[in-house]
């Protein structure tokens, strides 16, 4: 127990000690340390006197090897800090450094406190760099440029020559930009830095003035206070260590080895061309490479299209290109009547397995070939969608259309084997979709397809017919639209169409005051066509401008003729309301017309439907005002027929009313429409407008519409519409 007292009070003493001796020496150690080493402030932009080393990224240079130098000798170890500071006036209030360097002679800090400098490390020589070789007035009166960061030397210098005006620059491109720019004579910097800086390739124009260097000292500076003095009396110990040939070396070693560094501006100035050059090279290859993968991409998108889009046994379009094609087709001719086939060779197995596929394969390709000598490639299309189906997309033209396909390809194809020798005679079976104007609106290739499919089905069913309408009556008004549509070029060409008038009369004075151009068609395989025959096929083929033009221009070679031989008579031309669209210029045309023929424009009575008025009021309102007012008269035909009749005239500005009497009077109670009737004529009457009755075909109509104050009538029964010369042959027995 004695013993384990006796250890216990040993252990406490011992960590005593530890305690106490921790305690003394760890603050002696410390500091010993703050003694020993001290931080001095330098620049980092003076190559080679100060700078960053590349590699080790420590501040090194002449100076800093200097000061390494004395201070060893003075039993110091050095820190270096990168000054931040604008100048060294600045840093000497800055307590983080112990020293500061260079100075070349004492300076007070920028707060105004004095300074201490150490000896002399070295003898800086100082050059003056111009622009060229220019010859430089004397020192004394000069005008030099120097980095700012050296306002403590340039306080030196200005001692050396008070006459020297001195500018500063934030860094060295500055200072040339003001040399250049002549802002200064000269530029003032250390000849170790000029020996480096000058090396740049972009400060080629600018020379060493050597006949103006003079000697700076070079010093180690601090404030002047006790710890400052006694650093600096402890450096100077260092610095008188420091013999020649140490400082001759230190010298040499940077700047020999330090050989100036190109940045990536200097590269630029150097091979700036090359590097364009090559850089233009580079984006040029660049954009050809882009451009050829672009291509060739787009040139595999397109072969895969094209793949997507064909048949590779036939080279047909697949049911996809098919579709594509048709739907482009129906949108470009929205008017061309069009049927849709669907073939299948009857019993094709057996063709197969009896004389081989590739038999079954050949018939197929000669099937394909056969097709398409047969077939417009502008407007009709045909596509293979699987074994033996193919799909046929094919204009209306006449009855001829079957007998020619059957002609030219059906029978070929059926007759293949046994042309070969073979005994065998292919069947094709047609199923027939006829397109409505619905399928033009909402294109649906694959219903359409559908359907045609239907009436092939129906074939395979009875075994009758080889083809097979699904839809026969649209088949026939398909033919008979393609008859009109396909026909009217080479009818107003070869004159089928005439131009007929019937004549409007004045029957309070008995007299022919006028007549209606009325058209006729003598058609090559239909016959006499009356207008309500094709008119309104022509305006949903977008064909009656051409039409309305033909009959416009006959009726002003008609009233042409008739006022030359001294008869100014008038005439009533139909318009559709087709024709005023907008972009197109209808009183223009007119006007053109009249000009041609010499007429006058109310020789040119223009009828426009009432209903016309009520699908686009804005726009038809418009053309008749300008129609009016170049002259012509305009007409509201129909009046009656519409639904907007009455309300109307108050916003329209027509010239005349036609009362259409086969409107008002077609059904219902008869006294009921003679009350309309009259009202009408009351009230036209009333708005002071001008009217004529159509339609007129009994004397009791015409005595009744007299009765009630409408003079001027137009119908059978006074005159049918008739050829021109029986008119011409009418007005002459009337004279
Ligand atoms: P519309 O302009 O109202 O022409 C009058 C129609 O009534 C004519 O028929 C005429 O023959 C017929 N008509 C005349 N008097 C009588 C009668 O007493 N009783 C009966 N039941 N009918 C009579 P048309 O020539 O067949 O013309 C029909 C329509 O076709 C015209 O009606 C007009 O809207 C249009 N039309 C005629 N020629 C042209 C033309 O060159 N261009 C345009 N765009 N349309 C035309
Ligand atoms: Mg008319
Ligand atoms: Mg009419």
Redesign the pocket.
Known sequence: MKTMKKAKKILMAFAGIVIVLSCVLIPFKVTCEDNNTIVVGVPADRCPIFYIDKKSNDITGIGVDLMVYAAKKAGYNVTFKVIQEKSLKDALDNPEYDLLMPFGSAVDSSSGKASIVSDNLMQTPFTLVTKGNSILPSLNSLHVGMLSSLAAGAETVKNIYPGMEISFYENMADCVKALRNGEVDALLHNSYVWSYILQKPAYKDLSVQPAAMFSMDFRVGTLDDPKGQELIAKLNNGIGEIDDTKRQAIILDHTSRKLYQYDLSDYLYQYGMFMLAGALIAVLLAIFVIQRIRMVRKWHEQKMQQMMDHDSLTGLLSMNGFRKRVEELLHKYPDTPYFLSYNNIRDFKFINDSLGREAGDELLKFWAAKSMENLSKEYEAIGRTEGDHFVVLRRIKNDENMTDDVEKVFTPVENYFINQGKDHRVKIISGIYVLTPKDFRKIDVDHMLDLARVAERRIRDNRKSDHEFYNPEQWQKGKRIAEIINYLPSAIEAGDIQVWY?PQIDYAKKKIIGA????RWDHTKLGWL???DF?STLEEAGL?YD??SF?WERVCQDLDRWNKQGYRRSVS????RD?IQEGRDICAHFLELIHKYDLSAEQLHI?I?ETAYVENPAYLIETTEKLRTSGFQVEM??FGSGYSSLHMLKDVPIDRI?L?L?FLTESGDLEKSRTIVSSMIQMINQLNMEMIA????TVEQADFLLSKGCYEM????FH??MPVQDLEALLEKEK
Do not use: M, R, W
């Open positions: 019937q209606e151009a009325l058209c009356y207008p309500f008119i009656i039409l309305d009959v031309v139909n318009v559709s024709d009828e439907t035909d129909d036609k259409d086969h159509e339609g007129v075909e137009q119908g059978y029964y049918k519409p």
